[in-house]
């Protein structure tokens, strides 16, 4: 949705400043359908699919793409006759730009998160595609379609850009301040239920089955313990060994209740072991028992023979194959097959915490022991951390190529500035949020950070040039158009898509006018400088 809508909005936005192009429109309109072909074959080709959830996302990512195509065609329709000239002086900004995003991505692939780092590859793959596209093939069909005839060689030689003042720094380090102080005071959600988007009706009814069953104030939570077989047998008998480990008194509390697949789904060992002590208890008990059933039948006024077909039954042989009432359900409700074997379910009270000793137990069963608030504290444990790691490494990835490109410290803190703008909003926005921050809100920061950068880089080298209005008209559109997309998401009623939006809503507009309003009227001293 959000892809059709930017390149929608660009291509409106290219046909009404480009009268007399009637194709340009379409030749930029083709820049995110040919970065989503290769996005889809790049990810398929290795993983032999690609997951719904990675290619929704990575749609919406895709909506990027266009802005690259939309600043080319904004350079060449302001030098129509020089496309080549034009395509060199926004090769270098759309290059830089490009660049930082693409490493503000690959800095995902390091997430332990399997979903994230797929639709980081997902994503690295489209962009790159949509620059070659903006680099390499637009700037030949705008200038054909704009009738150029001859490109000339395109100059290569020093740029001259307005150089900011010593306000620069200060102007970077406010932000920053504040983001590093709102960030201190963010709290990870790790309850994925918090993304289900669910109805009134069904908030409802789970709110009474919770009031009906939930015992000791449990809000309906429940722990358990896993524990994996090779097969269906194995993962039986190491369950009933675990219900012993549980009930013995001297490794630690008992809990007060265990809802095991051995109380109606005994393994086979054990049948046939009840069997033969069956067996071996009527040898022994049952000659002696015989008389007086016989004894007390009579006396109740039973006829001779009434219990012969019980006593016949009991002279034969159990067969423990025989599964008792009641299998096929624990079959479903607690065991489960997996690609590596099999996995019985124990049941436990949620306030039931397991000793040493019975944890050490289970280790050497290969049992794992789940609890919902654990999970969730491990959850919030690991997004905290993968946000750090990711962060970090984007940060030694993105601050070089930032002063490659710009060569200068000054320059260098300007580009920067509606990022520690971008940033700053953003921490704001996630402190406040009551619940936490979840992984969608995590997954909005890389795409600020990648577009915020863009916007910097691209007025850096546009203040005070004869291309700055074309330049701030460009900026602006692309950053409306994905504003106007992510905002959108703001409507929804499913709250991964609302944290996504909104996250990336915020930190977008305040790079926005970070970029258009105070960064060139307020950060540069007027002096020239070649970089």
């Known amino acids: 949705g959000l892809c059709a809508l930017s390149v929608a909005s660009s291509a409106t936005a290219a046909d009404a400043t480009t009268p007399g192009q009637p194709d340009a429109r379409q030749i930029v309109a083709l820049a995110p359908l040919f970065a989503l072909v290769c996005a ?17 996302f990575g749609s919406v990512l895709l909506g990027i793409s266009i802005d690259y195509a939309f600043h080319m065609q904004a350079a060449v329709k302001d030098a129509p006759g020089e496309a080549a000239g034009a395509a060199n002086r926004i090769g270098r900004p759309l290059f830089a730009g490009a660049t930082t995003t693409l490493a503000t991505f690959s800095a995902l692939l390091l997430s332990t998160t399997p979903i994230i780092s797929r639709t980081a590859q997902f994503s690295l793959i489209g962009l790159a595609a949509a620059l070659v596209y903006a680099l390499v093939v637009l700037p030949l069909s705008l200038a054909k379609e704009a009738g150029s005839g001859k490109s000339a060689e395109p100059e290569h030689r020093a740029r001259s850009v307005m150089r900011p003042g010593r306000g620069v720094w200060v102007a970077l380090l406010l932000p920053l301040i504040l983001f590093f102080v709102a960030a201190g005071n963010l709290r990870f959600d790790g309850d994925l239920r918090s993304l289900s988007a669910v109805s009134p009706q069904l908030a409802e009814d789970e709110a009474v089955f919770i009031r009906t069953w939930a015992e000791n104030g449990e809000n309906g939570e429940r722990a ?16 009933e060994t675990l219900d012993t480990i549980l009930g013995d008194a001297r490794l630690g509390p008992r809990p007060d209740y265990i809802l095991s697949p051995s109380l109606f789904l005994p393994s086979q060992k054990t049948r046939q072991e009840r069997a033969e002590k069956w067996r071996d208890f009527w040898a022994e008990r049952g000659p002696a028992m015989l008389p007086a059933l016989e004894k007390a039948a009579s006396a109740s006024g039973f006829s001779n023979g009434a219990f012969a077909p019980f006593l016949r039954l009991m002279r034969e042989s159990v067969d423990p194959s025989l599964e008792p009432p009641g299998a096929e359900v624990a079959r479903r409700q607690l065991l489960s097959e997996t690609s590596q074997g099999w996995r019985a379910y124990i049941f436990l009270p949620a306030s039931y915490t397991p000793s040493k000793a019975v944890r050490e137990r289970a280790d050497e069963l290969g049992a794992v022991y789940v609890r919902g608030s654990d999970f969730r504290e491990n959850l919030s444990s690991a997004l905290s951390a993968d946000i750090g790691r990711v962060g970090l490494f984007a940060l030694c990835l993105i601050l070089p190529m930032v002063w490659l490109a710009m060569r200068s410290p000054r320059l260098t803190a300007a580009a920067l500035f509606p990022t520690g703008m971008a940033l700053a909003a953003m921490a704001l926005f996630l402190a406040l949020q009551p619940k936490g921050v979840n992984f969608f809100h995590a997954a909005g920061v890389p795409l600020v950070l990648g577009l915020s950068l863009d916007y910097g880089i691209f007025m850096v080298f546009a203040v005070g040039q004869e291309h700055e209005k074309s330049s701030r008209r460009a900026v ?22 609302f944290s996504l939006g909104a996250t990336v809503g915020v930190g977008l507009a305040a790079a926005c006018a970070a970029a258009l309003w105070i960064l060139p009227s307020r950060l540069f001293a007027g002096k020239v400088e070649n970089i």
């Open 476 to 497: 602006f559109l692309c950053a409306a158009s994905s504003c106007i997309g992510f905002g959108s998401l703001c409507f929804a009623r499913h709250p991964a898509l």
């Open 40 to 56: 889809v074959w790049g990810s398929y080709l290795p993983h032999g699919g690609v997951s719904g959830i990675i290619l929704g």
């Open 224 to 239: 358990f313990f896993a524990v994996k077989g090779r097969d269906e047998e194995e993962a039986l008998q190491r369950a």
